[in-house]
């Protein structure tokens, strides 16, 4: 197991494993959500120890030194990828030896029965929308509504948005959609504003780390000097860190198009208008269901067929309805967030309690 120590564990502290530390990846959502964990977790006593490890590697017999685990749902828990897998095993591992398990900011779609084993093992799994919510339930597991986290994260005092003429158009999970919407910026003279990032991890924290970040910066910079392709604009148009995309698109925006889940999150946060484009899983549907804002999504025939950016200007057109319901859902998010946390560490205060 590749771990860190992510803070000092003082004696009185209950200690946490977090698996799934997605700093690494260099996506501005994975960053944002680690970044948030951390801080909850921190601002309730407790110490997290983050670790990497995804695969079969991971050593199970080390889960017994901790007051409880904590798995980052991103991306996680669908048809039988590593990490389900790795969930299913560590849930039971953990269920055996009598500490709690919990999976946050997870999204369940159809996993095969291996997986599904592991679903009643697991002390809660708190669901991003309420169609994660429905399938973790009929699996058998305790499953809570819990929106993003990345809804409530801190915004500076100096960052707001500012209405304007910018339109961005971001990138999406899917390579083919990525290349459909880096046409789309092309086709429209619109900046592409890809989400990947720097991997927000100190240079000499581990090999892998160190690797990426050297990767990023060499594609970043031969992006720049040699735009116009997808291949070269994947990274030649993205932003170092979560704060610089924040601030990107809160300045002077009109309009975000996003193939992200998290790009709509954020957006979603900081109150810009945006159109989501549909995704690999259902979690794009879910999330504007449940924000009672549906009519935000847009497919991928859209994309394709729009020449002028006028086209999608009364789509994304904000009404006051539609700021009521956002700020309602971030408002109901920010509550569920914070109560989500404080159950997780209050149920592993019970094995070393907080002083």
């Known amino acids: 197991m590749q771990s860190e120590r992510t803070f000092v564990a003082g004696a009185s502290r209950p200690k946490v ?25 921190e601002r309730r006593g407790v110490d997290v120890i983050s670790s990497r490890a995804v695969g079969s590697g991971f050593d199970l017999a080390k889960l017994s ?33 009598g500490i709690p398990c919990f999976v946050l900011n997870g999204v369940v779609d159809e996993c095969e029965e291996e997986v599904i084993k592991g679903f009643p093992a697991l002390t809660a ?40 003429n910018k339109v961005f158009v971001t990138d999406s999970t899917l390579n083919s959609a990525n290349r459909t919407l880096h046409a789309f910026a092309r086709r429209t003279h619109t900046p592409f504003l890809p989400m990947r990032t720097r991997p ?6 581990s090999k892998k780390a160190f690797l990426r970040i050297m990767k990023y910066e060499v594609r970043h ?56 484009v549909r995704t690999i899983t259902h979690k794009m549907e879910g999330l504007l269901e449940d924000a009672q804002l ?39 998010a920010e509550k569920a967030i914070a109560a989500c946390f404080d159950e997780v560490a209050a149920n592993i205060s019970t094995r070393h309690p907080l002083v």
Request: glycine share 8%; proline share 4%.
């Open 125 to 164: 799994v708190f669901c991003r929308e309420r169609r994660s919510l429905d399938r973790a339930r009929s699996y058998g597991a305790s499953a809570k509504l819990c929106p993003d986290v990345t809804l409530s994260i801190d915004i500076p005092a100096n960052l707001e948005w500012t209405p304007g």
């Open 200 to 205: 927000q991890m100190p240079l000499f924290s």
């Open 294 to 332: 549906s009519h935000k999504l847009i497919d991928m025939d859209t994309v394709k067929s729009t020449t002028r950016l006028q086209a999608l200007f009364a789509l994304g057109a904000w009404s006051d309805a539609d700021e009521t319901r956002r700020r309602s859902y971030v408002a109901s």
């Open 17 to 41: 494993l977090l698996i799934g530390d997605t700093r690494t990846v260099g996506h501005q959502g994975s960053a944002l959500v680690v970044q948030v964990i951390l801080h909850e977790f």
């Open 221 to 276: 910079k031969i992006g720049n000097m040699v735009p116009g392709s997808f291949t070269a604009d994947r990274f030649g148009c993205a932003v170092g860190s979560p704060d610089a995309f924040l601030r990107a698109i809160a300045d002077g925006t009109k309009l975000i198009v996003s193939g992200r889940f998290h790009g709509v999150c954020l957006a979603m946060r900081l109150g810009v208008p945006f159109l989501a």
């Open 65 to 97: 030194s901790f007051d409880g685990v904590v798995i980052n749902g991103e991306g996680a828990l669908h048809v039988r990828s590593p990490k389900a897998l790795l969930i299913s095993r560590v849930a039971r591992q953990a269920r055996e030896i």
